[in-house]
């Protein structure tokens, strides 16, 4: 059996709270949530981002968000009042690091010269 597809997940300790704040982000709401604790969000390649409630783990995750242009994405992230000082720069990958508001890591990263970051 070969594994078909990714669901990156994170933690939070309130999914009301998490659910505004990744909708924000993503601007819209979640495109499912099949149970009571966990909201999800498709992504155009296939993706999925799970945000599920389990506060005694909340903060300890971290997540890789490939976006098209990290210029955009740090004003948007800008607007949210997010912290975006946090930077990574190569002659690869142009990169945001910051923290929802449980403290999980999101890095922002934007692949360069027609390279991609997943298929």
């Known amino acids: 059996m070969a594994i ?3 669901l990156a997940s994170v933690a939070v300790s309130s999914l009301p709270d998490a659910v505004q704040w990744y909708g924000t982000l ?3 709401g ?9 909201a999800e969000w ?4 296939g993706g ?3 945000v599920y409630q389990l506060p005694k ?9 490939a976006v098209d242009d990290i210029d955009e994405q740090g004003e948007q992230l800008d607007r949210m009042g997010v912290d975006t000082a946090q ?3 190569s002659k690869k990958v142009r990169a945001i690091l910051v923290t929802d508001p449980d403290g999980n890591q999101l890095a ?6 027609g390279q991609r970051l997943a298929s």
């Open 42 to 45: 498709t992504l155009p390649q």
């Open 108 to 113: 922002f990263a934007q692949a360069l010269g």
């Open 4 to 6: 078909q597809n990714a």
């Open 57 to 65: 783990r909340a903060g300890r995750c971290s997540v890789t968000l």
């Open 26 to 28: 993503f601007e819209r």
């Open 87 to 89: 930077r990574s720069n």
């Open 48 to 50: 999925w981002l799970q």
């Open 30 to 38: 979640p495109d499912s949530q099949p149970i009571p604790e966990l």
